[in-house]
């Protein structure tokens, strides 16, 4: 593989890394508050948050663009008002990514906060433990398994994240063109050679983690 690819690799990492972060941290933030919590309209905000998961890639991209273009009303504040432009950018590639995969850390968070013995949690407050230290001390080690399957998932996802990363991103080498879309590239390009070595890399990624994934949580993902 030639230099190229590897850059592409590098960069593929680097964008779901970020992406996978970024979700873990609103993943699990928004799926405890949501497995705690009961409120009118709360199955209709699960069904939102779950949306990008059956979603065409490209119609999520299509909404990313029409958000953050210079002419969408929070890409346009941007532009005007930092000079942030994040169409056609490695910035623009890793929140694309990130909504994509948002719904995986977030059902798996969800279900494994919902797991959780609430009576241990009760009992620990009964004990004179702060919430923080509740959710630290007992929620969280309890459900740690769940979220990084879910996390592991998401990584996997992003890193084979293609539509809505290239309607938001594009295809710059070395700057967006990840290795999903070298993919896509080697096969307009005519190079089967180079693109069936780009698809076996991917696979063996993501086989590798599923199999983790099962290890973790073996008959269940958490999504439901």
Sequence with gaps: MNGSVWSAFALSLK??????AITLVLGVAVGYWLA?????????????LTLPMVLPPTVLGYYLLVLLGRRGW?????????????????????????VVTFPLVFKSARAAFEGVDGRLEQAARTLGLSETAV??????????????AGMLLA???????????????????GETET?????YEAVQAG????????????SLICVVVLL????????????R
């Design 191 to 202: 190079r089967d050679d180079l693109a069936g070595n780009l698809v076996l890399l991917l």
């Design 36 to 48: 705690r919590r009961r409120f009118p309209g709360r199955d209709l905000l699960d069904t939102l």
């Design 135 to 148: 959710f630290l001390r007992v929620t969280l080690p309890l459900a740690w398994r769940g979220i990084l």
């Design 179 to 183: 290795l999903s879309v070298a993919v």
């Design 15 to 20: 964008v779901a890394g970020c992406a996978t």
């Design 74 to 98: 929070l890409g346009g504040w941007l532009q005007e008002s930092f000079g942030i432009n994040l169409i056609f950018t490695g910035q623009g590639a890793v929140i694309a990514t990130s």
């Design 212 to 223: 983790a994934v099962g290890r973790l949580a073996p008959g269940r993902i958490g999504l």
């Design 155 to 173: 990584f996997a996802r992003a890193l084979g994240e293609f539509g809505a990363t290239l309607m938001v991103a594009g295809s710059i080498p």
